[in-house]
C-alpha cells in the first residue's frame, strides 16, 4: 500500500482495502525502519494514531471530508506546529512550541490529513543539501535503492561502507519522506529551489506555486519576498490535489491573492497539440552534466514530436540572479533574524553579565555560522552608505529578471522546459567540500529566478543517470497558471514514465555486500 500515489491510497482507503489506522501503523513502521535516512526531526506518533482513529470514524460513518481524509502526511520543520516542537533544525528554536498551527498545516489537518512528523532541514532552510541543520544530515533514500546498490556492484565501488548521497535541500526531509514512502505528501519551502531541489534528486514530484496563491503565515520566514509553501508527491496529480486544499486567500498573510484562482482536477487524457514549450538558452550552464542535458533534448523531442512547438527563448538577466539573490536573501534574513534574541523564543544564553551580552551570545551560540554569515553580509548590505548600491541595486535587476519571463510569456510562450539541477545528487564527502554558499550558488542555478520573478515550477524525475540516482526536469509556468502547468506536466509524467523505487530495507540497511577482492573474485 506505501507505493501507491496519493490518489491510489484515497481510493483503497474509500473501498476498505485498507483502514486509516492500518496504514497510519504502517508508515510509522517505515518511518522506524528508515531512521537513519534522519528524514524527520520529530515523529509526531501519539498525534497521527489519533488522527488516523478520527478518520477511520468518519470512513465507517460514510462521511469522509475530502481528498486527504485518512492520509499520511510530512511537514518541514519550519511550518509553526501547535503543540509540536518546531526547530527550523536550529539551536536557537529547539524546545520552541508555537501555540498555533500554519495556515497550511490547518488546511491539511482540516481535510482530515494525518500528520507523522516534522521533517529535517538546513537551518532556517539555508542551504541546497539538507546537510546543514542541527539534527546532522538527510540521506537520500535512492542510495539504499536496489537500483543503486546494482550499478555500485556492476562498477565495482560496492565497498562495506558505501559513500552515501545527499538528499539536496533545503527541504531534503520531505523529499526523503516522500521518496521512502514514509507518507504520501510532504510540505516543503520553496525560497530560492528549496522544494524543487530535493524533489529532483529523490525522485519525487515538487511544486512551487505561484507567490501569493498559497499562505505563509506561520512559515518561519526565510526571504518573506520569495519564500513559498511547496508541495513534494509522488505523482503530478497529487501535487495538484494538495495544491486544491492549501492555495486560497488568508486574512492573515497580506501577500496572498484574493480572486486569482479557480478550483480545478487535470484530465485524464491530455493533448499537447500547439502548445509552445520555451527553452531558455541561458541555461545551457557551465556544469551541466552531460546526461541531465541529453534529458532535457529528450524532453524537447518527446513534446515536439507530440505536436507541441519547441522554440528557443533567451532570459537575458538569468545569468545575474545568483548574485542578485544573495544581496535580496540576506538582507531579507538580517531583518527576519533579528526576533531571534534569547528572550521570547527557544534558546537563551546563561551568558548574561548584561542584556546585550545576553542578545550577543544567545545569537552567537544559537545560530550556525551559516546563518551568522547571512545576518552579516544583510547588515552589510544595508548600511546607509551601501543602500543604493546593493540593496536598491539588486531589487532593480529583480525586476529585469522578472521582466524577462514576461516578455517570453506575452510572445505566446505556455510553458520553459528546463533542468531542475546541473547533475545527479553529489555523494556527501564530495559535496561538503565546498561552503554552503558556492554550493547554493550551483545548486539552485536553475531554480531561483522562478522566486524572484514569483512564477509556479514543478520538477518532474525523468530518468536514472549512470549511478541511477534520479535525474529531473522543471516545467516553469505563467503566474496563478497553475492549471496549466500541471496539465502539461502530467502529460510529460506518463510520457517519461519514472521508474518506481525499489527501497532495500532490511535489518542491515544501509550496509552493501562486501567489494570483491582478488582473492574472492
Ligand atoms: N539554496 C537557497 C538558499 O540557501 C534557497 C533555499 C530555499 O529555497 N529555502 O538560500
Avoid at 40 to 58: D, F, G, P, S
Avoid at 158 to 186: K, R
Avoid at 260 to 271: A, G, I, M, W
Wanted: charged share 20%.
Amino acid at each position: 500500500m506505501l507505493g501507491l500515489t496519493l490518489r491510489e491510497v484515497c481510493v483503497a482507503l474509500r473501498e476498505g482495502h485498507i483502514s486509516p489506522k492500518e496504514l497510519c501503523h504502517q508508515c510509522l513502521n517505515l518511518i522506524k525502519k528508515t531512521k537513519f535516512i534522519n528524514a524527520y526531526i520529530t515523529v509526531t506518533e501519539e498525534v497521527a494514531l489519533k488522527q488516523a482513529e478520527k478518520a477511520e470514524k468518519r470512513l465507517l460513518k460514510g462521511e469522509p471530508l475530502g481528498p486527504l481524509d485518512g492520509i499520511p502526511v510530512a511537514v518541514k520543520d519550519n511550518f509553526s506546529t501547535a503543540n509540536i516542537e518546531t526547530t527550523c533544525a536550529s539551536q536557537i528554536l529547539k524546545g520552541y512550541i508555537p501555540p498555533f498551527n500554519a495556515t497550511v498545516v490547518n488546511k491539511l489537518l482540516n481535510q482530515g490529513a494525518v500528520l507523522m512528523g516534522k521533517t529535517n532541514m538546513d537551518e532556517f532552510a539555508m542551504g541546497s543539501g539538507s546537510t546543514d541543520g542541527i539534527f546532522g544530515p538527510v540521506r537520500n533514500p535512492w542510495g539504499y535503492s536496489r537500483q543503486y546498490k546494482e550499478k555500485l556492484i556492476a562498477t565495482g565501488q560496492c565497498t562495506e561502507e558505501p559513500d552515501w548521497v545527499i538528499t539536496g535541500g533545503s527541504s531534503g526531509g520531505s523529499a526523503a519522506a516522500v521518496a521512502a514512502l514514509t507518507c504520501f505528501a510532504a510540505l516543503g519551502s520553496d525560497t530560492g529551489g528549496s522544494t524543487r531541489n530535493p524533489a529532483a534528486h529523490c525522485g519525487v514530484v515538487g511544486l512551487k506555486p505561484t507567490y501569493g496563491l498559497v499562505s505563509r503565515h506561520g512559515l518561519i520566514p526565510l526571504v518573506n519576498s520569495m519564500d513559498v509553501p511547496g508541495i513534494l508527491t509522488r505523482s503530478v496529480d497529487d501535487a495538484a490535489t494538495v495544491l486544491g486544499v492549501l492555495y486560497g486567500h488568508d486574512p492573515k498573510d497580506s501577500t496572498t491573492a484574493e480572486h486569482s484562482f479557480e478550483s480545478f482536477s487535470l484530465p485524464d487524457e491530455v493533448n499537447v497539440k500547439n502548445i509552445s514549450i520555451g527553452i531558455p538558452k541561458e541555461y545551457h550552464a557551465p556544469g551541466l552534466s552531460a546526461e541531465v542535458l541529453s534529458q532535457w533534448m529528450k524532453a524537447a523531442d518527446t513534446f515536439e514530436r507530440a505536436g507541441a512547438r519547441v522554440v528557443e527563448v533567451s532570459l537575458p538577466h538569468t545569468q545575474h540572479s545568483i548574485v542578485c539573490y544573495h544581496v535580496l536573501c540576506t538582507a531579507e534574513v538580517a531583518s527576519n533574524m533579528a526576533r531571534f534574541d534569547g528572550l521570547e523564543y527557544g534558546h537563551r544564553s546563561t551568558v548574561d553579565s548584561s542584556t546585550e551580552t545576553m542578545y550577543a551570545s544567545t545569537r552567537h551560540e544559537g545560530f550556525n555560522d551559516v546563518v551568522r554569515g547571512r545576518i552579516l553580509s544583510g547588515n552589510f548590505f544595508l548600511l546607509k552608505q551601501n543602500y543604493d548600491r546593493y540593496f536598491v541595486k539588486a531589487q532593480k535587476v529583480r525586476r529585469l529578471i522578472a521582466e524577462d519571463f514576461i516578455k517570453v510569456f506575452s510572445s505566446g510562450v505556455d510553458v520553459l522546459l528546463t533542468p531542475t539541477t546541473l547533475s545527479d545528487a553529489a555523494c556527501y564527502k564530495d559535496f561538503i567540500k565546498e561552503d554552503n554558499r558556492t554550493r547554493s550558488a550551483q545548486e539552485d542555478i536553475f531554480t531561483q529566478s522562478a522566486n524572484m520573478a514569483g512564477l509556479p515550477a514543478v520538477s518532474i524525475p525523468v530518468a536514472l543517470s549512470a549511478r541511477n540516482l534520479p535525474v529531473s526536469l522543471q516545467l516553469i509556468g505563467q503566474r496563478f497558471r497553475e492549471e496549466d502547468l500541471l496539465t502539461i506536466a502530467k502529460w510529460f509524467e506518463q510520457q517519461v514514465n519514472f521508474e518506481a523505487i525499489d527501497l532495500q530495507i532490511s535489518d542491515n540497511i544501509g550496509t552493501l555486500p562486501k567489494k570483491k577482492t582478488a582473492s574472492t573474485a
